[in-house]
T-cell receptor, first 116, second 113 residues
Framework: DAGVIQSPRHEVTEMGQEVTLRCKPI?????LFWYRQTMMRGLELLIY????????DSGMPEDRFSAKMPNASFSTLKIQPSEPRDSAVYFC??????????????FGAGTRLSVL | DQQVKQNSPSLSVQEGRISILNCDYT??????FLWYKKYPAEGPTFLIS?????DKNEDGRFTVFLNKSAKHLSLHIVPSQPGDSAVYFC????????????FGKGTKLSVKP
């Protein structure tokens, strides 16, 4: 398997624009996670899905952020409208889920977002 | 409040010596602990893990120790190599049916030749 695939790797946009980040999890993994990494807050969990259903979105900063998982092989994280403080690296991860070792998450390479 | 804490933002070690990275947690229900390693411009990669029923797990140069009574775990790297220079994240699984992990903020390890 190619691992978790995220696109784009880099995104530069202007304040107020809509941004869509994409993720393809590892085939067969039931869990998908979206994280944001910043210097101040480290690795923050934004939302996670189990079998395409959102389980916990308490980490989503505000209504400008939304995430969908229309099928087992694709998820999007959308920011509309984007603001400069949204600049960060966004990671997607997936896992088999279940007990112990199945909780190991595998991360994509991330999308570096810069909002000017 | 942080449930998983890595109190040292950075650590510098000489090549060949031991690196010890520390992690504290607050929730006694955590049943599985993991260490991830992250290089710049890459995603975190899984390094080693330990179940709460064990107190030590070893994989080559990497050993993780768990002290449940102190709610503390540590990662030992012996001997340290320049290629080990990275950010190390400690993570804990809440257990039960929850599939998420709770991450610490990371410790940046620099191994100097």
């Amino acid at each position: 398997d190619a691992g978790v695939i995220q696109s784009p790797r880099h995104e530069v946009t202007e304040m107020g624009q809509e941004v869509t980040l994409r993720c393809k999890p590892i085939s067969g993994h039931d869990y998908l996670f979206w994280y944001r990494q910043t210097m101040m807050r480290g690795l923050e969990l934004l939302i996670y899905f189990n079998n395409n259903v959102p389980i916990d979105d308490s980490g989503m900063p505000e209504d400008r952020f939304s995430a969908k998982m229309p099928n087992a092989s694709f998820s999007t994280l959308k920011i509309q409208p984007s603001e400069p403080r949204d600049s960060a690296v966004y990671f997607c991860a997936s896992s088999l889920g279940g007990d112990l070792a199945k909780n190991i998450q595998y991360f994509g390479a991330g999308t570096r977002l810069s909002v000017l | 409040d942080q449930q998983v804490k890595q109190n040292s933002p950075s650590l510098s070690v000489q090549e060949g010596r031991i690196s010890i990275l520390n992690c504290d947690y607050t929730n006694s229900m955590f049943d599985y602990f993991l260490w991830y390693k992250k290089y710049p411009a890459e995603g975190p990669t899984f390094l080693i893990s330990i179940s709460s029923i064990k107190d030590k797990n070893e994989d080559g140069r990497f050993t993780v120790f768990l002290n449940k009574s102190a709610k503390h775990l540590s990662l030992h790297i012996v001997p340290s190599q320049p290629g080990d220079s990275a950010v190390y994240f400690c993570a804990a699984s809440p257990g039960g049916s929850q599939g998420n992990l709770i991450f610490g903020k990371g410790t940046k390890l620099s191994v100097k030749p």
